[in-house]
């Protein structure tokens, strides 16, 4: 497979296991690209690309901005908090404005699940998703499983567990499908106030217990709990989540194998993570980090390729 | 029309040996020079130079790369480009650079290959070697320096290269599409 089946990066649902893998191959080659002198190739010198967040995000749109600029793209930038989002403009108005100055690229982040995909589907550009309420969080999905691959070489027949705030975590469910469509086994664990109903449909089990957890698993996504999104309490407290569902020094190194620790950003440490575990030499979050650029690149490359 | 053997077995291995000894004359033994190939198809004839350079020069290291131009192609977006390996492990800075193609056509991989290699520094010099220069077809003005055969084709024809490495033998055969 030489090009991606979509047009847009709206969701990792709506990829083949042979477009997860043209990305990753694709990122391969942008990771090395960034790490040499000269950081900087031409590839979308002739795109515009505008970065769309409706929702606040301090990593992600770093990173996309750097991909976008170590692609040599156009970029501009909008954030919800200062636009006229404010004095009642529609979605898809404030979006064909901006296209209307000649834009060729939408990244978007938005507090409502589904939004990218209804803006695909009224506007002519490519759309990425950088997250929608929720929902899915693609770009998260394919540089975690970059990483994975990366330290542990294939994906298939991995174990790895998602832990906490699964509910309202769209990382966690770009991450199952994502890491299901390259064959790794998929649990979730977590306080089960917090575990969605219907998790089991989508083929994940579910382990309550974090020590059993993590005895099974190669490796412990951790999830920060995501305190803005919960409008009702879903567990006492925050000490009693941490002294069930934290991870620290002591628990890992019980564990009888070494697994790999990571977490998507950002930490809110001495709560889902301790200090020592998050700067531990088990733990990837900053290859994470690196990793996001020369992921993004890869997306944003491959879906400029294509035509139509 | 019958595709035409160009070149094959003692003939190209003559071919081979000449452009080495060619390279010898300006570059003596290649303290200061590197040979860079160009992906996909220039590096297996990198690969070829650089083992019968350190055969010539009594085992003294070459060094050989591997450069990608796909990022910096001018026709992305008109057909599927997939890029592949890159992997320079020297220092590039102020030394001669030979970089290495199969065949030299319109001169456009070439013209990002040099694009592509500014990335990693700033060399000397920098001269290009390829196996077959497919003259007269030339869109950007783009010369080999040192070219194993120069053949007249048009641009409905194709010329292959094979390898023993890959393909179990040294070959190089002109095919009408």
């Excluded at chain 1, 950081?39 to 991909?67: G, I, Q």
């Excluded at chain 2, 860079?36 to 990198?46: K, S, V």
């Excluded at chain 2, 690969?47 to 020069?57: D, H, V």
């Excluded at chain 2, 599927?80 to 650079?97: C, Q, Y």
């Amino acid at each position: 497979m030489s090009h991606l089946s979509v047009n847009h990066l709206l969701g990792i649902k709506q990829l083949t296991k042979n477009d997860i893998e043209l990305i990753l191959n694709t990122a391969q080659n942008f990771k090395e690209v960034i790490n040499r002198p000269i950081k900087k190739v031409p590839s979308l010198r002739d795109l515009t690309v505008a970065n769309l967040f409706f929702e606040n995000s301090t990593r992600t749109r770093l990173s996309f901005e750097l991909a976008q600029k170590r692609l040599s793209a156009d970029v501009v930038n909008f954030s919800a908090s200062n636009s006229s989002v404010k004095k009642g403009e529609t979605l898809v108005d404030t979006v064909n404005n901006i296209l209307a100055m000649k834009v060729d690229m939408i990244v978007m982040r938005h507090s409502s699940a589904g939004a990218p995909i209804f803006l695909s589907k009224k506007v002519n550009a490519k759309i990425i998703n950088a997250g929608d309420g929720a929902h899915e969080h693609p770009t998260q999905a394919l540089l975690d499983a970059f990483s994975i691959q990366e330290k542990l070489g294939d994906i298939k027949g991995r174990k790895i567990v998602i832990v906490g705030d699964i509910l309202h975590s769209r990382v966690a469910l770009s991450n199952i499908f994502c890491l299901q469509k390259l064959g790794a086994i998929v649990k979730v664990c977590g306080p089960l106030t917090l575990i969605p109903k219907y998790i089991t449909s989508l083929g994940v089990e579910v382990e309550p217990d974090l020590r059993k957890a993590l005895e099974w698993c190669d490796v412990a996504n951790m999830l920060r709990i995501q305190l803005e999104r919960q409008d009702i309490k879903f567990f006492p407290s925050l000490r009693e989540y941490t002294m069930l569902y934290g991870l620290n020094k002591d628990i890992l190194d019980s564990l009888s194998k070494k697994i790999i620790v990571m977490h998507p950003g950002p930490i809110n440490r001495g709560v889902e993570i301790t200090s020592d575990v998050a700067d531990s030499g088990q733990s990837i979050i900053l290859e994470q980090v690196e990793n996001g650029v020369a992921v993004r690149m890869a997306v944003m490359f491959l879906l400029a390729g294509r035509q139509g | 029309m019958q595709p035409r053997i160009l070149l094959e077995k003692t003939r190209f291995d003559v071919t081979i040996k000449r452009l080495c000894h060619q390279l010898i004359e300006v570059h003596n033994d290649f303290s200061n020079t590197v040979i860079i190939g160009l992906q996909p198809r220039g590096i297996y004839l990198a690969r070829r130079i650089q083992q019968e350079l350190q055969n010539i020069l009594k085992n003294k290291k070459v060094h050989c790369g591997e450069l990608d131009t796909t990022f910096y192609r001018d026709d992305f977006r008109k057909k599927e480009l997939i890029p592949n390996r890159t992997n320079i492990d020297f220092i590039i800075e102020d030394k001669n650079v030979v970089l290495v193609d199969d065949v030299l056509f319109t001169g456009r991989t070439i013209r990002a290959g040099l694009d592509a290699m500014l990335a990693f520094g700033r060399p000397k010099d920098v001269e290009l070697m390829v196996l077959v220069d497919r003259r007269l077809s030339r869109h950007v003005p783009i010369q080999a320096k040192y070219v194993g055969i120069t053949i007249d084709s048009i641009s409905s024809q194709n010329v292959k290269v094979e390898w023993k490495e890959t393909d179990g033998k040294d070959k190089i055969t002109l095919l009408n599409k």
